[in-house]
């Protein structure tokens, strides 16, 4: 883009571009994050950013893909450099969820298998304790809502209500996952 685009058409073309894709950009932050605020300012960051640069965004028409894109990165440094993790208040593990990424991750792609694993770990972590430990026993020990309900002294059905909650939590990231790596 050239110095033929006036700071008048610059402002009118980016409230056209912010209008139509800030809800979607903070919806996907909010659903990712869980947290209003920090969505609210990773989107507000980026849209920033796009502000500063205008060639990036000034006369496309389909630019949503760099947009997800650019949230999904900003979300995962976020995720990476807030100190809840350096004090070990959450811990991720590849043991936290046994998922055999390799079916349908190219081996030579190891960075998207991580971040698709990390956005994984990280939705089960953020599910209410007691889902979180119904749907890790169901997961990784193999038991049936039966055995968990007879384990923690709960109904069947609680159970069951638990490891379906778990499940359409997991379902809505993985929708997204495969909207941004597979689309």
Avoid: C
């Amino acid at each position: 883009m050239g110095t033929e685009l006036n700071q008048d058409e610059k402002v009118k073309a980016f409230r056209r571009f912010f209008d139509k894709s800030y809800p979607k950009i903070k919806a996907f932050s909010l659903k990712l994050l869980k947290v209003e605020e920090d969505a609210e300012d990773i989107t507000q960051d980026i849209f920033l950013k796009f502000w500063e640069k205008p060639e990036l965004w000034y006369g496309k028409t389909e630019i949503d893909n760099l947009l997800f894109i650019i949230a999904r990165n900003a979300i995962f440094n976020f995720i990476k450099h807030k100190s809840i993790f350096d004090n070990g208040l959450v811990e991720l593990s590849d043991e936290t969820v046994n998922i055999p990424l390799s079916d349908w991750i190219s081996p030579e792609d190891e960075l998207q298998a991580e971040e698709i694993r990390l956005l994984i770990n990280m939705t089960i972590e953020r599910l209410p304790e007691k889902r979180r430990e119904v749907f890790l026993m169901h997961k990784n020990e193999g038991l049936s809502a039966a055995q968990i309900a007879e384990k923690l002294n709960i109904s069947v059905r609680t159970a069951e209500h638990h490891i379906y909650r778990a499940m359409a939590e997991l379902k809505k990231v993985l929708l997204s996952i495969i909207f941004l790596f597979f689309v």
